[in-house]
């Protein structure tokens, strides 16, 4: 981390910010080419997977979507018709509910399988679904809502994450694989390196939460996460610094999960997840007066469409459109 003195024995030696480097901080995914293939179709659609797609998120994925598949049916994919593809895509709808986009990436992977896989016809059940996304708006915390959350969290090791989501808008996965190399001390930025979409963006770091990290990081001197793995058992004490100096490991998503869970249970706080944390940010941003390709850059959207949907729950918009509304209704007839 730029500007945080350390002892030089706690400068690591051979560790260097490279591609090799970054699983470390990532949540490990299982690759599909290492399973223990229940078909052969299933292996070759594996590699096809591997060949095709570099994120290993989408992968898994799709894989995980066919073998949702097999198991429904306990057949070879290869062996099913169209029919049963029908009779599967209508009970992800209507008996387990899926949500339109989930329905979406199933259908997405089994065309990918049936049609470019096993070279068959294009299937008319495939253009016949349609799903359309409900109009739900984000949960966005109030200013005072964040200050009350971040002041329940009383251990440090889970404050500073929290806050820093806040602060940066940051994802849950882009915050704990952030390392020593990440973040820019001298010029108060943040690089979120491969982001969704597999990008790298650069955001603003406030000087409060850059010596809230500074001060965290004295703490574990880990020699490239900023949020190691503490580990189960001890919650405090040398023992514990001991683990998260040597961990392998980021800190597991789970646990600031649940504990954003147990926190708004305690503060009445409905809804709120770690992801609300980022729609606060881009809220506030918009009601201080931020532009909205600001926002979009800050937030690493790739179409300014998605990061139009704050402009639906700005408090500040909002108090604005009354305002006008009055200023029309003033002097009418009564």
Not at 11 to 17: N, Q, Y
Request: contains cysteine.
């Amino acid at each position: 981390m730029n500007n945080a003195k350390r002892p030089s024995s706690a400068k690591p030696k051979t560790v260097r910010s490279t591609p090799s480097d970054r699983p470390l901080g990532h949540r490990v995914l299982p690759e599909p080419l290492t399973y223990d293939h229940a078909y052969p179709s299933m292996k070759r659609y594996a590699e096809l997977l591997a060949l095709r797609y570099d994120c290993g998120r989408t992968r898994h994925a799709y894989y995980r979507q066919l073998g949702l598949l097999q198991r429904h049916f306990n057949a070879d994919p290869q062996s099913l018709t169209q029919d049963q593809i029908r009779e599967y895509l209508l009970f992800l709808k209507f008996e387990k509910h899926w949500k339109p986009t989930t329905i979406r990436q199933a259908v997405a992977c089994l065309r990918c399988f049936f049609h470019e896989l096993l070279g068959l016809d294009p299937w008319e059940v495939f253009s016949q679904i349609r799903t359309r996304d409900s109009d739900t708006l984000p949960v966005v915390l109030t200013r005072s809502q964040v200050q009350l959350l971040l002041r329940h969290i009383r251990l440090r090791r889970y404050r500073i994450p929290i806050k820093l989501i806040y602060c940066c808008g940051l994802r849950l996965s882009e915050c704990l694989s952030l390392t020593i190399y990440d973040i820019k001390g001298s010029e108060q930025k943040l690089v979120i390196r491969q982001g969704k979409g597999r990008k790298d963006r650069v955001v603003p770091l406030a000087l409060d939460m850059l010596e809230d990290l500074r001060a965290y990081y004295r703490v574990h001197r880990h020699p490239l996460l900023i949020f190691p793995n503490a580990g189960r058992g001890i919650q405090s004490g040398t023992e514990l610094v001991s683990r998260m100096r040597a961990a392998k490991t980021a800190m597991p998503h789970g646990s600031l999960q649940r504990l954003l869970v147990l926190a708004r249970k305690k503060l009445n706080i409905p809804d709120a997840t770690v992801h609300s944390l980022r729609h606060s940010y881009a809220t506030h941003l918009i009601e201080r007066g931020a532009s909205l390709h600001s926002v979009q850059r800050l937030l690493g959207h790739k179409k300014i469409d998605t990061t139009m949907i704050y402009l639906h729950v700005t408090h500040q918009s909002q108090e604005d459109t009354l305002g006008l509304i009055e200023s029309l209704c003033q002097g009418l007839p009564h």
